[in-house]
C-alpha cells in the first residue's frame, strides 16, 4: 500500500476508534445534529462533542451546514464509501505487511527442528509440521518422478521416519503418488 493511503487510513481508523465518536457518527447518520443536540443525546458537555466533530471533520466523515447561528452536522457517507472501495480492499490489506518478513515464523520453526541438514524431530502442531514437510518437499526437483525407493533414501538422509514423513508429503499434497512413482506438487 502507498504509504499515503496507509497514513489516510490510520488517520481514518483513529478517528473512529473512539466510543463517542461512533456514537455521533451513528445518531449522525439518521439526522442532522447540532453540537447542542449531539450534547444533550450523548450527556456530554458541547466542547467535547465539538472536539470529537472536528477529529471527524477531519477525516471527512462528517459535513457542516450553517443555518442561521447554528451548524448542522451529517454522516458523509460517500467517505465511508470511498475509504471502502478504495482503500479497503483486499490487495491492500495485504500490502500492510510490505515490510515485514513474512518468513521469519518459517525460519524460526526450521532452526528450531532442523540441525545442520538433519530433522532432530517432527513437530506435533500442524502448521510447524507443514512448514517442514514443505522443506522436505523442497529437496525434490519439480518434474521428476522419483522411484520409491530413491524418494525413502532421500527422506532417510533427514530423518529414519521416512514411511510417515512419506505418507504426509502425500496427505498433504506437497507430493504426488501413481504406480509407485512420486513427484513434487507445483
Known amino acids: 500500500m502507498k504509504t499515503e493511503q496507509f497514513q489516510i487510513l490510520l488517520r481514518f481508523l483513529k478517528a473512529l476508534a473512539d466510543e463517542s465518536r ?5 445518531i449522525l447518520a439518521n439526522q442532522e445534529c447540532s453540537v447542542e443536540e449531539l450534547a444533550v443525546l ?11 466533530l472536528a477529529r471527524l471533520k477531519e477525516v471527512h466523515l462528517v459535513t457542516m451546514r450553517p443555518e442561521g447561528n447554528t451548524r448542522l452536522y ?15 480492499t483486499p490487495e491492500n490489506i495485504a500490502s500492510w505487511v ?22 532432530k524431530e517432527i513437530p506435533t502442531s500442524r502448521k510447524k509440521r507443514l512448514v517442514i514437510l514443505n522443506w522436505l518437499a523442497n529437496k525434490f526437483e519439480v518434474g521428476v518422478r522419483y522411484p520409491e525407493r530413491m524418494v525413502d533414501n532421500i527422506i532417510k538422509r533427514y530423518h529414519p521416519d521416512f514411511a510417515n514423513i512419506k505418507r504426509e508429503l502425500i496427505d498433504n499434497q506437497f507430493m504426488q503418488r501413481e504406480n509407485e512413482l512420486y513427484w513434487r506438487s507445483p
Open 98 to 119: 510490505e515490510d515485514v518478513d513474512t518468513e521469519a515464523w518459517e525460519n524460526k520453526i526450521l532452526q528450531t527442528y532442523i540441525e545442520g541438514e538433519h530433522l
Open 22 to 26: 461512533l456514537k455521533i457518527l451513528s
Open 42 to 52: 450523548l450527556q456530554l458537555k458541547e466542547p467535547t462533542v465539538s472536539h470529537h
Open 74 to 88: 451529517q454522516l458523509d457517507s460517500g467517505t465511508l464509501q470511498s475509504v471502502s472501495k478504495e482503500i479497503l
